[in-house]
């Protein structure tokens, strides 16, 4: 009788002892993949900038669609009023005319997004935007 009941005493025990175990393995598991991701996610980010530095050191290169505002406004000096004229965008109403609240994400937003939600010709947006700047 003493036997079983130490018996039983031990499975449990063994039962609780890999909870114990397969639990943190577990957590280290999950944390490994999330940290996995994360250095995948900065590593295209990194390439993805890295690309676009090595684009602006070369000799007058023109404006594309997948610049930013911002990044026109900081390397070919045009004022952000030229560059909303020339896509019929009122800076004060931005918000309200794409339908964005964040204004993070109107920082990051593209003139080929700006393009799209506006229904505009993002090529000849494009060739009036380098048109003005020369």
């Not at 309200?96 to 997004?113: F, Q």
Request: with cysteine.
């Amino acid at each position: 009788m003493v036997k079983k009941v130490h018996r039983l005493k031990n499975k449990s025990m063994n039962k609780s002892m890999k909870w114990k175990i397969i639990v943190p393995i577990s957590i280290c598991i999950i944390i490994f993949v999330f940290i996995i991701l994360f250095a995948l996610r900065a590593h295209s980010h990194y390439v993805e900038l890295k690309s676009h530095r090595d684009y602006f050191k070369q000799p007058n290169p023109p404006i594309q669609e997948w610049m930013t505002i911002h990044s026109v406004v900081r390397y070919y000096n045009l004022s952000e009023s030229k560059i909303y004229s020339e896509m019929n965008i009122s800076p004060d109403t931005l918000n309200m005319e794409l339908g964005i609240d964040n204004s993070t994400i109107i920082d990051r937003l593209t003139i080929e997004t700006i393009c799209a939600k506006k229904h505009l010709d993002c090529n000849s947006v494009v060739d009036r935007l380098n048109s003005i700047r020369d």
